[in-house]
């Protein structure tokens, strides 16, 4: 049994036999003999930030980890700390840990074992390919293209991605904990809401609510203006000393979870009456949420969330992708778009991909103001049934609320 723990939770030896027998069988008609899969530093919270690694090892280095994920033989997690062994020993699912300072080394040395000198090995990057579209370090990847002229290499994150997308129930259990402690941050950082607390102020609650129940945040954006003078759509991603005054609203982004399985809260509130344009910003940008909720199913296609996105137009709102994948950090597919010009400049991409139950979601309805004079936007967490979507979250946060 692993080591319990609130870094890595221990999942049972039914659900890592689900995935690698998952992955094992994708693997044999994607005809590939091994994954290399790489694992780096995280965005800015204090989770690890080496998702896809950790999805099979249970565990992540300081720094950067691999694991050597064979079609045929046992998988072998590479650690660049060797007196951190034991620790992931304890916590992980993979007995067999190697590495050390130079840790492709000792990728390499294992490859050489599993005889892939020709072999058809597919690389995996750090997770996910939105956040970080590349794979490995130029040092470790001239080492393998040095080491194995012979074989062949091809990035295949978006594949793996894909497959652990669709949620166990396991996962499901762990994402409606984290659902729950995002509501009561959420519910904390508008009570701790007054004019003259600075925005670090804020975002510090968020992380001491977040400790002292055994979770983590995997990242934080928060910002308020003035209502008279919305200078830039976006709020911080690192947290400033300015303060939160009256006739301010403020726009909060909130992904807060266990381990690396997060619901997010994308919140706006308004300290004093919303001017009138904010106030139907609002409620339209709620309206947009909810008709998502309770009209998006299984089965349908990432162009089906097109329409949806006709209330924006029709006012004459920009807007970013309304639903994207969500479980840590965004992910495909991204669809449903005003206006490719969006200041996120993030194609819509999968629009043929199929909603399937077990799959989690962002919905997020972001309007924006030409020449970015006004912006909100509400949203929240969402997964995918067999009759329809289950909203994870159950803070109102399509509630106006004024301070």
Excluded at 157 to 169: L, T
Excluded at 177 to 206: F, K, M, W
Aim: aromatic fraction near 12%; charge should be negative; include cysteine.
């Amino acid at each position: 049994m692993l080591a319990p723990n609130h870094y890595f939770p221990p999942f049972s030896e039914e659900e890592f036999q689900r995935r690698y027998l998952i992955l094992k069988e994708e693997m044999k008609k994607a005809d590939l003999d091994c994954l290399v899969i790489y694992g780096s530093v995280s965005l800015g919270g204090n989770d690890s930030g080496q998702v896809n690694a950790q999805y099979l090892s249970n565990f992540a280095g300081v720094g950067y980890t691999y694991v050597v994920f064979p079609r045929e033989e046992a998988p072998t997690l590479h650690i660049n700390v060797p007196l951190h062994a034991q620790n992931a020993r304890d916590i992980g699912y993979i007995q067999d840990v190697r590495g050390g300072s130079h840790i492709e080394i000792s990728v390499c040395e294992r490859l050489n074992e599993l005889d892939l000198k020709k072999g058809n090995i597919g690389i995996v990057g750090p997770g996910v390919t939105h956040f970080m579209p590349c794979t490995l370090p130029y040092e470790h990847y001239t080492r393998l293209l040095e080491q194995f002229p012979e074989a062949q290499f091809v990035n295949v994150s978006e594949w793996y991605e894909s497959i652990r997308a669709i949620k166990s129930a396991e996962e499901i259990k762990l994402i409606e904990r984290a659902a729950a402690l995002n509501d009561l941050c959420h519910e904390e950082i508008v009570h701790a809401t007054r004019p003259g607390v600075s925005h670090a102020q804020l975002r510090r609650i968020v992380e001491e609510v977040s400790f002292m129940h055994k979770g983590n945040y995997c990242m934080m954006h928060l910002g308020s203006w003035p209502m008279t003078d919305q200078s830039w759509p976006y709020a911080d991603f690192w947290p400033t000393e300015r303060t939160v005054e009256e006739g301010h609203l403020l726009m909060t982004e909130m992904p807060v979870g266990y381990g690396m399985y997060y619901t997010k809260l994308m919140g706006t509130y308004f300290l004093g009456e919303p001017t009138k344009e904010y106030r139907q910003m609002f409620e339209l940008a709620a309206s947009v949420h909810k008709q998502v909720v309770d009209q998006l199913k299984p089965g349908m296609k990432g162009s089906d969330v097109d329409r949806f996105m006709t209330p924006f137009r029709e006012a004459g709102f920009m807007a970013s992708h309304l639903v994207s994948g969500w479980c840590n950090y965004n992910s495909l597919p991204f669809v449903g778009q005003t206006n490719p010009e969006f200041p996120s400049k993030q194609p819509q991409s999968h629009l043929d991909y199929v909603f399937k139950p077990g799959l989690c979601i962002q919905i997020m309805a972001y309007p924006m103001a030409p020449g970015f004079r006004a912006a909100l936007w509400v949203g929240s967490t969402c997964l995918f049934t067999e009759d329809g979507l289950k909203e994870l979250n159950k803070y109102p946060v399509r509630e106006l609320k004024v301070i």
